[in-house]
């Protein structure tokens, strides 16, 4: 299999990894679990679980850095300037990652995007916010409302664009219309181990899709059993499942 790293710099975030695998086929953007890096994907089975599709010029891999050291995971900051700081990480991956994955897959259908946990926040975050880049997003044990996340402090707009919890239930007129002729949002979640306490997954999936039902954007909500826990081996299964209807 093809394996190509590069590091990409950009102003207000620093050098960030991005590592692609595979040699043809749709873009898959992959965001590491809270605070990860881009070989993350690798180190933990994820490519592995998918290589048939990678090998078989299905499926071209690009996973990437987390920030989130710096902005959600720093707990020291307020949210809404640890939302600030988020922004310039997606600012990151629209303006200079994605153009990367353009030039180096160019004519492709638009890219599909993914992560667990944390990863499943940003997946899902573009999906609903960029779905003219990222038409399906695929979201594995994810928690959606960051103002959870240990929040404290004032919040203002740089939380509300960042929180869909906040964002989607707003949504209304031509920009509701635009998100449901692009966005396919998949949130995928088990019931076992870890998927409620502490990580509140389980719920913040249930409260997710009702939004997205409530707005009538296109989504699906899949819930694994009682032993589908909030880790590595069952992100594998899930990814592997749901992953060939998509390229």
Same mark, same amino acid.
């Given at each position: 299999?093809?394996?190509?790293?590069?590091?990409?710099?950009?102003?207000?975030?620093?050098?960030?990894?991005?590592?692609?695998?595979?040699?043809?086929?749709?873009?898959?953007?992959?965001?590491?679990?809270?605070?990860?890096? &881009?070989?993350?994907?690798? $180190?933990? !089975?994820?490519?592995?679980?998918?290589?048939?599709? =990678?090998?078989? %010029?299905?499926?071209?891999?690009?996973?990437?850095?987390?920030?989130?050291?710096?902005?959600?995971?720093?707990?020291?900051?307020?949210?809404?300037?640890?939302?600030?700081?988020?922004?310039?990480?997606?600012?990151?991956?629209?303006?200079?990652?994605?153009?990367?994955?353009?030039?180096?897959?160019?004519?492709?259908?638009?890219?599909?995007?993914?992560?667990?946990?944390?990863? &499943?926040?940003?997946?899902? $975050?573009? !999906?609903?916010?960029?779905?003219?880049?990222?038409? =399906?997003?695929? %979201?594995?044990?994810?928690?959606?409302?960051?103002?959870?996340?240990?929040?404290?402090?004032?919040?203002?707009?740089?939380?509300?664009?960042?929180?869909?919890?906040?964002?989607?239930?707003?949504?209304?007129?031509?920009?509701?219309?635009?998100?449901?002729?692009?966005?396919?949002?998949?949130?995928?979640?088990?019931?076992?181990?870890?998927?409620?306490?502490?990580?509140?997954?389980?719920?913040?999936?249930?409260?997710?899709?009702?939004?997205?039902?409530?707005?009538?954007?296109?989504?699906?909500?899949?819930?694994?059993?009682?032993?589908?826990?909030?880790?590595?081996?069952?992100?594998?299964?899930?990814?592997?499942?749901?992953?060939?209807?998509?390229?």
């Amino acid at each position: 299999m093809e394996r190509v790293q590069v590091e990409l710099d950009t102003e207000g975030v620093g050098r960030g990894t991005v590592i692609r695998y595979g040699h043809w086929g749709r873009p898959l953007v992959v965001f590491p679990s809270e605070a990860g890096r &881009a070989w993350d994907f690798e $180190n933990n !089975g994820m490519v592995d679980a998918v290589a048939d599709l =990678v090998e078989g %010029g299905r499926l071209k891999v690009y996973a990437v850095d987390s920030f989130d050291h710096l902005t959600w995971s720093q707990n020291s900051l307020p949210t809404e300037e640890r939302a600030r700081r988020h922004g310039v990480y997606e600012r990151w991956v629209i303006d200079t990652v994605m153009p990367l994955v353009d030039r180096d897959s160019p004519g492709h259908a638009g890219a599909i995007t993914t992560g667990a946990s944390m990863g &499943a926040y940003h997946a899902v $975050n573009l !999906g609903l916010k960029r779905p003219d880049l990222f038409p =399906v997003a695929i %979201g594995l044990s994810g928690s959606y409302d960051p103002t959870a996340w240990h929040g404290w402090g004032d919040i203002g707009q740089a939380t509300y664009f960042a929180n869909p919890c906040a964002y989607v239930p707003g949504m209304s007129g031509d920009h509701l219309g635009w998100v449901r002729a692009n966005a396919n949002i998949l949130l995928v979640v088990g019931q076992g181990a870890f998927e409620v306490h502490p990580t509140k997954s389980l719920p913040g999936a249930h409260q997710l899709a009702d939004l997205l039902a409530q707005k009538q954007i296109p989504h699906e909500l899949d819930v694994w059993g009682h032993d589908s826990a909030h880790d590595w081996p069952w992100w594998r299964k899930q990814l592997a499942h749901h992953l060939p209807r998509f390229c």
